[in-house]
């Protein structure tokens, strides 16, 4: 999707409102400065131990954060959806440090990549932005605690069960899928899956549950 420097802006806005309280010409300034990128569903946003570029602004489609373990399972952390912000990379800058999880265009996706002395000077000139950049921490600390809990204190078809009735009547997605979600194996999701199905519980198809 293509924008005009006004479209841009006025998305701008629409998604974080945080951003009216720049006076126009810092805004136009932002705009300039910032490089919008536009990717593909499945692209690599950000590796494990690689430096942080910038600062997105997501504009349409999603982020998927992924962690891996050693062993190859993977387990998604969290969604960063248009209006809302990776606190990975908000840490990353603060710290100066590398990524510590994988970023994953979910679907195709469009953002304003902030560059790195921008951050810094929203983050200490306004504080409207620095009151964004820190509720979000907060928000995001409170659900991945969350997720610590539910991993640490309930069993696995459990989660599955909760994450099922979460999505709705029909999920189409695959076992993989639902296993990075949980943090688990395909091989044991599967195995769950069928015992639900075996109750009558749900019913399988092919990228369908």
Known sequence: MRYTETELQQSL?????????LPPAQLVALCQAATLLELPASSELFAERQACKGFPLILRGTIKVVKSSRGGREMVLYRVPPGDSCIITSSCLLAGSAYSARGIAETPL?????PIFLFDELLAGSRPFRDFVFQLFAERIAE????VEEVAFHRLDQRLAKLLLARGDTLHCTHQALAEELGSVREIVSRLLKGFADEGFVSLAREQI
Request: charged share 5%; aromatic share 6%; glycine share 0%.
């Open 110 to 114: 469009s953002l304003l990549l902030l």
């Open 144 to 147: 991945l605690m969350q997720l």
């Open 13 to 21: 806005l629409v998604l974080y409102p945080v951003l009216r309280s």
